[in-house]
């Protein structure tokens, strides 16, 4: 099975651009961006930027490609979803892990240069919150693993009911959420919800829940891609 599923794996190959190249791509320029700004501007206060994460929308893209464009030419080629499946998260944890790594990496490498000599703050914003190196990586994979997940759902979902289906699940995700922040509003919770946060180990909001919800879009994911047609 191993061998299935490796060999199967290779039909992403062609798409190691989208991958690999274009987050690299993407990541460089929402860096060097915000360091010219920031090494121009010469100030002595912390520059956050959150443009680190515009790599989570390629990361994303890929894996609508992957449930809409890529499972349809395997099933094609006599590929059973299940190894399809597999194969799709060997790619993935490869590209998680590796991003994680990097990311992780980079964040020790700004907080040794003092914000790259700007005092920026890119890749470090998990260490706002923690200074546990551990919890900082843990970080960084479970967010990646979240957008993994949620683009493997977001392209089952497509490849299953179409456009239809993507609107619908827009629809029902902003209505929750709309129901959730009004009730919160008309109980008073907000400052439960805060304190929640600020009081639970760092790691169970930053890498729990997000790891959490990952496991649930990929349990959704595999439900749709065991119905989806070709």
Do not use: H, K, P
């Given at each position: 099975m191993i061998a299935r599923v490796l060999s199967v794996a290779r039909i992403h190959a062609v798409s190691w651009p989208l991958l690999f190249a274009w987050p690299l791509g993407v990541l460089t320029a929402a860096f060097a961006i915000p360091w010219v700004i920031f090494a121009l501007v010469d100030t002595e206060d912390r520059n956050m930027t959150g443009s680190v994460y515009s790599i989570l929308g390629i990361a994303l893209a890929f894996y609508l490609v992957a449930m809409t464009q890529s499972l349809p030419f395997a099933l094609g080629l006599g590929v059973t979803r299940r190894d399809y499946f597999l194969a799709t998260l060997l790619v993935a944890?490869?590209?998680?892990?590796?991003?994680?790594?990097?990311?992780?990496?980079?964040?020790?490498?700004?907080?040794?240069?003092?914000?790259?000599g700007v005092n920026m703050v890119m890749f470090g914003i998990p260490a706002e919150?923690?200074?546990?190196?551990?919890?900082?990586?843990?970080?960084?994979?479970?967010?990646?693993a979240l957008i993994a997940a949620a683009g493997l759902l977001m392209g089952a979902i497509q490849?299953?009911?179409?456009?239809?289906?993507?609107?619908?699940?827009?629809?029902?995700?902003?209505v929750l959420g709309g129901l959730a922040a009004i009730l919160v509003t008309w109980q008073r919770w907000w400052p439960e919800v805060g304190h929640w946060f600020t009081d639970s180990p760092r790691a169970v909001p930053m890498v729990l829940v997000p790891a959490v919800l990952a496991a649930v879009c990929l349990g959704g994911a595999w439900t749709l891609v065991r119905r989806a047609t070709a």
């Open positions: 944890l490869t590209q998680i892990v590796g991003f994680g790594v990097l990311l992780w990496g980079l964040s020790a490498a700004e907080q040794a240069t003092d914000g790259w919150f923690t200074d546990n190196r551990l919890v900082q990586l843990g970080t960084f994979l479970a967010v990646l490849q299953r009911w179409r456009v239809t289906g993507l609107y619908t699940l827009g629809a029902v995700v902003l």
